[in-house]
């Protein structure tokens, strides 16, 4: 069975500081890596996914993750964050047998001016 | 193209009473899958559906139950309503069959008050 840990479940920020959100996941095979980001009275969006080859992926909105397999990790990071990122981030994991994601329970990003 | 749509957006409903809500996928994709959404459980599977079967369940009473119909909509049922079932509930399409990498597209959920 696959989990995923988000560690922080709120992220208080300044306006144009860098921010990271931090996920964890566990699983025994091969895994798919998927940030999506709600913002108030919305469903969920895709924001990145890692599926294969480079670690590194990015958004169009300035965000970007790193898959590292030795920590099973897959933090979201921006360097500098608007008043419009605030909003609830959710990591999930897919693969491993099962073509449902799994989610994790949320990081409620809070940008203040 | 048209994203998912969820409708009602807002429903108020009393214990005992039943509810059905309705998802119509983006054109194309045949999975559906509905997820609850509370503050204090995050986002928890209900079930997904594909070509008009059940092909996965998640850990909730058969109180909760859906069906697809063969233009790919999805409607969910709850009967005998609890407290407890007031939340968001978030319908997500997908393109392919069985494939974990697709991405999911959310609509933007029924939001559920059970009085």
């Known amino acids: 069975a696959q989990s995923v840990t988000q560690l922080d479940s709120q992220v208080p920020v300044f306006e144009e500081a860098p921010v990271e959100l931090r996920c964890n996941y566990s699983?025994?095979?091969?895994?798919?890596l998927f940030w999506y980001v709600q913002y108030p009275n919305q469903g969920l969006q895709l924001l990145l996914k890692?599926?294969?080859?480079?670690?590194l992926v990015e958004s169009i909105n300035g965000f970007e993750a790193e898959f590292n397999k030795s920590q099973t990790s897959f933090h979201l990071r921006k360097p500098s964050v608007h008043i419009s990122d605030t909003a609830e981030y959710f990591c999930?994991?897919?693969?491993?047998?099962?073509?449902?994601?799994?989610f994790g329970r949320g990081t409620s990003l809070i940008v203040h001016p | 193209k048209a994203g998912v749509t969820q409708t009602p957006r807002y429903l108020i409903k009393t214990r005992g009473q039943q509810v059905t809500l309705s998802c119509s996928p983006i054109?194309?994709?045949?999975?559906v899958s509905w997820y609850q959404q509370t503050p204090g459980q995050g986002l928890q599977f209900l079930f997904e559906?594909?070509?008009?079967?059940?092909?996965n369940k998640g850990n909730f009473p058969g109180r909760f139950s859906g069906r697809q119909f063969s233009n790919s909509r999805s409607e969910m049922n709850v009967s005998t309503l609890e407290l407890g079932d007031s939340a968001l509930y978030l319908c997500?399409?997908?393109?392919?069959?069985?494939?974990?990498?697709?991405?999911?597209?959310f609509g933007p959920g029924t939001r559920l008050t059970v009085l």
């Open positions: 999930a994991v897919g693969g491993g047998g099962s073509y449902i994601p799994t």
């Open positions: 559906y594909f070509s008009e079967t059940q092909r």
């Open positions: 054109s194309g994709h045949r999975s």
């Open positions: 997500a399409s997908s393109l392919a069959e069985g494939r974990a990498a697709d991405t999911q597209y």
């Open positions: 699983s025994s095979v091969s895994v798919y």
């Open positions: 890692y599926l294969s080859g480079s670690t």
